[in-house]
């Protein structure tokens, strides 16, 4: 009797401990009662005319503009754009409620987001900063998902300083193609001040493209 009282109090307090850490992660998450939600993330070429969005992107380290000031299809100025990005999102509500029964956001869940975290990845495994990959970086935008319509967004997905610096600035002259996973974060919270955000990913190809 003693070894199965022993048995089952170590069992209830495993189960304690998992569900502390299952609640616990949802708690340290977010306290809004409301998510984010990603409906789409494309990127946008950079040119003189940006491309159209697109869910993967091909992103030219250098492009030669032949036309405007002085750049003309005899003597092309090397230029370098960077890409856009573009997420659509909506919110919704953790609860469901009961079924039958429809349950709706509120002004209170409306969510501005304010800041957006681009960093990038390989699927090789080789990520090192500066050296495989680009740099991770911060940058704002700002936009209000309200509770009865989704909201896009536009943001720097590619800087340009990235394709002046390793190991973007070598594609310009090595022919290579660089393939990478860009994951984004977009950082935000609702009206009564409960921080929340979300994550995305898009492919994005890196190469000195040729030039149309």
């Known amino acids: 009797m003693k070894t199965m009282r022993l048995v089952s109090r170590a069992f209830c307090a495993a189960a304690v401990a998992a569900a502390s850490i ?25 040119a003189v005319t940006p491309g159209a969005p697109l869910a993967n992107l091909s992103s030219d380290v250098l492009t030669l503009v032949t036309s405007g000031g002085v750049c003309t299809t005899a003597s092309p100025c090397p230029t370098i754009f960077d890409d856009a990005g573009q997420a659509s999102m909506h919110i919704i509500l953790k609860d469901i409620g009961q079924p039958g029964v429809t349950v709706n956001p509120s002004t209170n869940n409306e969510v501005t987001v304010t800041r957006v975290h681009v960093s990038y990845r390989r699927t ?26 989704a909201v896009t967004l536009g943001f720097i997905l590619v800087r340009q300083q990235a394709k002046t610096e390793m190991p973007l600035v070598a594609l310009v002259s090595n022919g290579q ?22 994550t995305g990913s898009i492919g994005i190809q890196f190469a000195n493209f040729g030039d149309q």
Do not use: H, M, W
Not at 126 to 133: A, K, S, T, W
Not at 177 to 198: C, E, K, P, Q, R
């Open 124 to 149: 090789d495994g080789r990520n090192q900063e500066g050296i495989d990959v680009p740099y991770a970086f911060d940058t704002a935008t700002t936009a209000t998902i309200t509770s009865t319509s």
């Open 22 to 46: 299952s609640c616990g992660s949802v708690v340290r998450d977010s306290r809004s009662p409301v998510l984010l939600v990603i409906d789409t993330l494309q990127g946008v070429k950079g």
């Open 177 to 198: 193609v660089l393939s990478t996973i860009a994951d984004v974060t977009f950082y935000g919270a609702d009206a009564v001040g409960n921080t929340l955000s979300v």
